[in-house]
């Protein structure tokens, strides 16, 4: 049985920047105008005014302060709120597919490889742009890539169940070299007009290259993945194929992004680090011997309790480093990010662990090794 190793990785974010000033003086205008128009009703009782928003609380609460965007005017236009992506004939790149190949080419030019020395790719993202062909088959057929192709979502921690099924894929002899990327256009998924997630998330693609050991120097030895999850509405996002069959029967159903912040944060702040815990019992590594553990961006109140569980000791920048104040969370490109940012400091023989986690709730872990 072959072990696998991740033979590079790659990234990719868009120069556009959104301050918290910036988003928040949007927000609240979008807020106060909605006030004034609905003051009568407000005053009725029949609806409930808008809060403001603050950017203070914002990084506060959640220690982001700019997340980089795919496109900005869209986003802090009070008229729109979402970003502005012209649609493309059937001919051309689609949107999220281009996204995706900024970070795979530098993952494949890290590793020295040609897109035809892939035999697998995965993509495994919070979203795709489109229910079919997979956005996974564009990138195949872009890069020139061969043997197999397919989508999948979990959430934030999608990066990581993609590495799962990739590691399993190797050992088992189906694949000798896979492509997992992420891309995220997370700003055309949320909400801008809701103030509990308006702040959250900020665009970024990522890729990893999984591959069979084939005795060469250099990468990551994948130790072992683990995947778990467990039920929530807490954290959801109802854009879907049936949206369009709901509004036949209510015009009005608008499909939200919408979470119980509070209790995504108890729940997942408690479950996280307990997978993360039961890979490293499965192979048997001890947190004294993790050196650093690459986190999904969230909150960075939940990465210093979720790092302090894993490995047992508080965080610091060393351990389990931070970058949502710079990026805000990109779903599940972030910890193969945080992963590209802060490993190239560690030596041969340290091991670090993975761990990303989101809606659904699911979480995935992987312990990695340098070589
Ligand atoms: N601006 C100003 N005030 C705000 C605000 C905003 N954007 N959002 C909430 N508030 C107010 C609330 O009304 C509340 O006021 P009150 O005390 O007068 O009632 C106060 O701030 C605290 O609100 P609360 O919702 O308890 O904040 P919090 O400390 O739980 O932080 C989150 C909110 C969303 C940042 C936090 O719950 C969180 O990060 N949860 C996890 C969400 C997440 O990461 N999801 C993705 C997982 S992969």
Redesign the pocket.
């Known amino acids: 049985m072959p072990n696998s190793l991740i033979r590079s990785t790659g990234y990719w974010v868009p120069s556009n920047v959104i301050t918290n000033d910036e988003l928040v003086a949007s927000y609240n205008a979008y807020a106060e105008r909605f006030n004034a128009e609905h003051a009568a009703a407000i005053a009725a009782g029949e609806i409930d005014e808008v809060?403001?928003?603050?950017s203070d609380?914002?990084v506060n609460?959640?220690g982001i302060k700019r997340r980089h965007v795919y496109e900005k005017d869209g986003i802090l236009d009070i008229e729109r709120m979402v970003p502005q992506i012209a649609p493309r004939p059937i001919e051309e790149i689609s949107t999220q597919a281009e996204f995706a190949l900024k970070s795979v080419n530098e993952a494949l030019e890290r590793a020295g490889y040609d897109g035809k020395d892939i035999d697998g790719v995965i993509v495994a993202s919070s979203a795709q742009q489109r229910n079919f062909p997979g956005v996974s088959c564009e990138i195949q057929n872009a890069i020139g890539a061969k043997g197999f192709s397919f989508d999948l979502t979990m959430a934030?921690a999608s990066a990581l169940y993609g590495l799962h099924i990739a590691n399993g894929f190797i050992k088992s002899g189906e694949a000798k070299r896979i492509l997992v990327c992420s891309p995220e256009i997370m700003t055309c998924i949320n909400v801008h007009s809701r103030?509990?997630v308006h702040?959250?998330f900020g665009d970024a693609s990522a890729a990893m290259i999984v591959e069979a050991d084939d005795g060469r120097p250099g990468g990551w030895d994948v130790l072992g993945t683990h995947a778990e999850n467990k039920w929530s509405s807490a954290?959801r996002s109802d854009f879907g194929f049936i949206n369009r069959a709901e509004r036949q029967i209510d015009p009005d159903y608008e499909p939200h992004l919408d979470?119980d912040?509070?209790r995504?944060?108890k729940d997942?702040v408690g479950f996280a680090p307990k997978v993360a815990r039961n890979l490293m019992t499965k192979i048997d590594l001890q947190p004294e011997d993790v050196r650093r553990t690459w986190l999904?961006q969230?909150?960075i109140r939940?990465v210093d309790m979720i790092a302090k569980r894993i490995l047992g000791r508080d965080r610091t920048e060393e351990n389990a480093p931070a970058i949502l104040d710079e990026y805000g969370?990109t779903s599940s490109s972030s910890v193969v990010m945080n992963f590209q940012m802060h490993s190239d400091d560690m030596a041969a023989g340290e091991t670090g662990v993975m761990c990303a986690?989101?809606?659904g709730y699911g979480v995935g872990a992987a312990a990695v090794r340098k070589r």
């Open positions: 809060p403001l928003s603050n609380f914002i609460a959640s934030c103030r509990d702040f959250i954290l979470q912040g509070h995504v944060f997942v999904h969230a909150n939940m969370n986690f989101g809606a």
